[in-house]
């Protein structure tokens, strides 16, 4: 009689720590979600039931997963044009085509679908909201459920303002600057330019556009209710923020923010035969090369892609190199559109990583201490590379001036400089030696904040406030006022005083 009892008691504790999670990921971009699902997985696997949406499905054999299909339409950019622009133009560049993108996917009959008939009861809404999604705060709205968000990348004012935690641009710059953590005068100036030209558009510009698709697509009973989307997204509960302080800029933080920067990194596994047979018999063993998903040769000038090739020719490693380009290659060499990086990165005999600095990559050559050569493409990956280059994990070349002699003589500083390696392993020491890992973290803070009725004690008081008042410009306004009224005052006061001794004077 005593077993059946327990096991009662155990199903029902089981099934009242269950939550209902909702990860709603309609903008099918890889690069972003992928990192994430690790999460949603894990969640699952301990007995949560987790509803997503999106172009990616998890592994089959997965209890308590609903995956809810969506086409992919996203078609990345030339992100290669973005290269060299003015902080304005980079600014409304993206911001023009996240607007453009998410309309596409709100419109799918899918989506559309979900939003306007769903009725499911959801403990937590996951979203990625402050990346080209805004609009989708509305969710937490209709289902009356806390926010959890992700931001795939590191610093970013003005999200870091709604989240109450604006730092100063003078040390830690926005992570789409090229500029590390060492700054001088013109680095921070240029950081406190970026800044404030992003203030300007994000607010005057892109939120408001970033609201009437709000209002266009998301409609459903109570929808009308709802605050302004600003107001929603500064009541967002949790933020997952991919980083990590090892190889990115140490940061405070408020504790509504948590770095949970590679979910996604595991252990390496067993490579296939054939390719650990290739790797353990290099006898100087191999250099992995790989741009990412979204930086390609076919965006590149030619004359990169000639460097690369007349380079590989004169390096006597190895090289397993990941592209789509067809091309005749030096006999070292090993194309394939795709390769297991990170297994290949654990792997003893894999000396070096040739890679754009995007922060995937960044992070998982630094969680398995392998030394790096960069060259970064677009985006955050200029911070990414120099960051990396500052804490003597590899060296950084440039797309602008690249050619063959300045990639053999940069893969031979790496590889013949022990530093290099030394630096690499004592970052992976770093990143391992976190008392929770960042999928830990990740569960742990998830299910704190639904336990806790969306945690929103864990928000600092500058969430509530305005720019203006965050700044304290309000008050040297009014200090700057009552000077200068005191002056007037006192000016006025010796006037009038001076002219009474004058007339007295003359009295006299």
């Known amino acids: 009689m005593f077993c059946p009892a327990l096991l009662f008691l155990c199903v029902l504790c ?16 890889d690069s972003h979600i992928k990192p994430f699902q690790p999460l949603l997985y894990e969640l699952a696997r301990r007995g949560h039931n987790v509803t997503e949406l999106s172009s990616f499905p998890p592994p089959e054999g997965l209890d308590n997963y609903k995956f809810i299909p969506v086409p992919h339409l996203f078609i990345p950019a030339n992100t290669l044009q973005w290269r060299n622009r003015s902080h304005p133009v980079l600014i409304s560049m993206y911001q023009s085509l996240c607007l453009l993108e998410i309309e596409k996917v709100l419109k799918l009959p899918e989506v559309q679908t979900f939003i306007q008939t769903d009725q499911s009861h959801f403990d937590a809404i996951i979203i990625e909201g402050t990346f080209c999604s805004e609009s989708f705060i509305t969710l937490g709205h209709k289902y009356g ?17 709604l989240f109450g935690n604006l730092l100063s641009p003078a040390s830690v710059p926005d992570h ?37 698709l709000m209002d266009k697509y998301f409609k459903y009973k109570g929808s009308n209710t709802r ?17 990590d302080i090892a190889i990115g800029v140490p940061q405070p933080l408020p504790p509504n923010i948590v770095f949970t920067g590679g979910m996604h990194i595991k252990s390496a596994k067993p490579l296939p035969p054939d390719l650990d047979k290739y790797i353990s018999e290099a006898p100087d063993g191999v250099i992995f090369f790989s741009f990412g998903t979204n930086v390609k040769f076919a965006n590149m000038p030619p004359y990169v892609l000639k460097a690369f090739l007349d380079a590989f020719g004169k390096i006597k490693q190895k090289i397993l190199w990941k592209t789509d380009v067809d091309v005749e290659v030096p006999p070292n060499v090993l194309v394939r559109k795709w390769f297991p990086q990170t297994d290949i990165l654990g792997h003893k005999n ?12 960044a992070m998982e050559a630094g969680y398995h201490g392998v030394p790096v050569v960069m060259m970064p493409g677009f985006w955050d990956q200029f911070q990414n590379v120099l960051l990396m280059q500052e804490k003597g994990l590899g060296k950084v070349i440039g797309m602008d001036s690249v050619n063959a002699d300045i990639i053999v003589e940069a893969v031979e500083e790496v ?11 004592r970052i992976s020491s770093i990143m391992r030696s976190s008392p929770m890992s960042s999928l830990e973290k990740g569960v742990y803070w998830t299910e704190y904040v639904i336990r806790h009725n969306g945690a929103h004690f864990l928000k600092p008081a500058s969430t509530r406030l305005s720019l203006v008042q965050f700044l304290c410009l309000d008050i040297l306004l009014v200090v700057v006022f009552v000077l200068v009224a005191i002056l007037f005052l006192l000016v006025k ?8 001794t004058r007339r007295k004077d003359k009295t006299e």
């Open 415 to 425: 590889l013949g400089d022990e530093t290099y390696a030394a630096n690499a392993k």
């Open 493 to 500: 006061s010796v006037n009038k005083l001076c002219c009474r």
């Open 176 to 212: 789409r600057l090229h500029t590390g953590t060492q700054m001088d005068f013109l680095a921070r100036l240029d950081s406190l330019w970026f800044t404030l030209a992003d203030f300007f558009l994000t607010f005057t510009s892109y939120y408001p556009k970033q609201e009437l």
């Open 350 to 361: 894999c000396r070096l990583f040739i890679t754009h600095g995007g922060i995937h990559s």
């Open 227 to 243: 605050h302004s989307m600003k107001e929603m997204l500064r009541n967002i509960s949790m933020t997952f923020v991919e980083h």
């Open 14 to 29: 089981s099934v009242a720590n269950s939550y209902n999670i909702l990860a709603f990921f309609p903008l099918a971009l």
């Open 145 to 161: 459920a806390p926010v959890i968000n992700f931001q795939p990348l590191g610093y970013w004012p003005t999200n870091y303002f």
